[in-house]
């Protein structure tokens, strides 16, 4: 129950920091971030996945009503990244890692970092070509959108490797 | 024949997955940001009530730059005044101007997404309806989506969604114009005949072709342009209007656009 109450904690305090990034910080059009998907990421392997879809599209759908975005494009990106995550965890861990991760968040505590940040990049370059492939319906040239997607998921993927290593393995703890 | 259980389990999310997906590109394809704002009406006037206070502090800390972008659009409207006065000498017709304009404040504005909008301080009891244009002395700024009673919600020309009927100054030659995602501050002007001569700085207007905006408001300039599929001319146009400090806009109300669709209608 506890740890219940800690997903959801953690869970509306990315949906707070989400808010605050996409009001105060612009950096360029070029590039989103985005750290809620780090949410999706680290919940347990164990976790049923029907309900781990269920909360990746709230939690998206959360993100589209409250910072600046166009309703179902984060929940949509979100719910790819979620339905692939097992595929990647297989891919990514070994089953040693993930008897050790049972029940628990993925994260530096329970799963070593080089494959984490393995898990996270995979994760994130999935989410981002949703979202950029989905966003950029109107027409953007080959290049952009691969340099965009590139250029997200390398950036992205640094500040979830900071944020996993200083915050999260502390909060959830 | 018995199905295993681990089939259908996968079968089944994958359905969920289907669905859900289904789901977020329904909206995203159904312009989502209208539909949130149908949705979330009443979070909207919430966040417009912070977001009113939040841009008073950040107008009055910008004091200095808002003024000198006040003797510009002085500058400009004293341009459009003296053209007006020019035209006086000009035979008159019968019909009156047909725009009318409500003066709003700009207490939101996004300019680094794909799909910018801007929410103003006056809505549907300051007479703001639905698509009517949005404008400044310096361009075309967006359309209205929704209103609430005091605020307005208008899709942003920084929108891949959005486009303007704009024409060439000096030729009368027109097109759609649309924003550039790719360049801060472009548009691109496109469907030009091939023969028209267009000038580097040459002066891009709001065409009239349409009851969103009043024609020959100015645009912007010709950056360059291009032969595209060897038959148009797709024209790149630099904008006057630096959407990035937007602090005052004019809402555009058409007074014969009742009329000029009863009599679309009647014609269909």
Redesign the interface.
Known sequence: MKQHIRYFALAALMVVCQILLSEYV?I??VLYIAIFPQFIILLPPSMN??LH??VA?LL??CI??LA??????N??AL??MA?ARPFILKLTLSKGNMDNAEGQPLTPKTVETPKLIMLNTLMLAIFFTAYIL???A?G??FW?TLLKIGLCVAVNSIITVICNIVLLDKFLR | MRIPPSLLFGV??FL??IL??A??????CNN??V??YR??GK?REVQGFFWERYAAIDEYSSLRRANGRLADDNTLLMQQLYRHKENESAPQDTVKYPFSFISAKVIRN??????N?LLINKGSKDGVEVDMGVITPAGAVGIVSAVSSRYAYVISFLN??QQVSAKIGKSNTFGPMCWD??R?GVAILSDIPQHVEVNRLDTVYTSGYSSFYPPDIPIGVVEDSRIVNGVHLSVDVRLLQEFRNLNYVMVVKDNNKEEIEKLIKGAQ
């Open positions: 612009n360029w059009a996945r029907p879809l269920i599209f998206g759908l589209d009503l600046d975005g166009v309703l179902g494009l929940a949509a719910v790819a339905y989905l966003d950029s109107a953007f040239t952009y | 089944g999310r969920l997955f859900l997906e789901i977020s590109v329904y909206m995203v989502g940001i539909q949130r949705l979330i979070l996004t300019v680094n997404t794909t799909h909008y891949t969604s995602p790719h801060e």
